[in-house]
């Protein structure tokens, strides 16, 4: 007898099995299973088993621990240059008297 998993729902010897089940069968009995896809030969695992996976499903990352000790709270140092264009920061020219007594004579 040999070790074949069902593929899919399975009725044979008065019994019922779905997809997944390990069924044994002699050969002559799994032959037109086979030709109609609803067994599949069981492969035998020979590979040892893998480490256990982690608790939450993801792989295992070598993140550093967090410093006990308070962090310093360095100041950057300033950057080269400015990241943005300097302005000019002198207060704009006031119009004298007579530019004022010239632009009200034009209205």
């Not at 009995?29 to 035998?44: M, N, S, T």
């Amino acid at each position: 007898m040999q070790k074949y998993i069902v593929d899919g729902n399975l009725k044979h010897d008065s019994q019922s099995y779905v997809t997944g089940d390990v069924i044994y069968l002699e050969e002559t009995q799994a032959e037109q299973l086979l030709a109609i896809g609803r067994v599949k030969p069981a492969v035998e695992d020979i590979t040892p088993p893998e480490a256990p996976a982690e608790p939450d499903g993801f792989p295992q990352r070598d993140i550093p621990a967090a410093p006990t000790s308070q962090p310093s709270l360095a100041v950057p140092s300033a950057p080269a240059q400015p990241a943005v264009p300097q302005i000019d920061l002198q207060q704009p020219k006031q119009p004298t008297p007579e530019q004022i007594a010239k632009d009200m004579a034009q209205l």
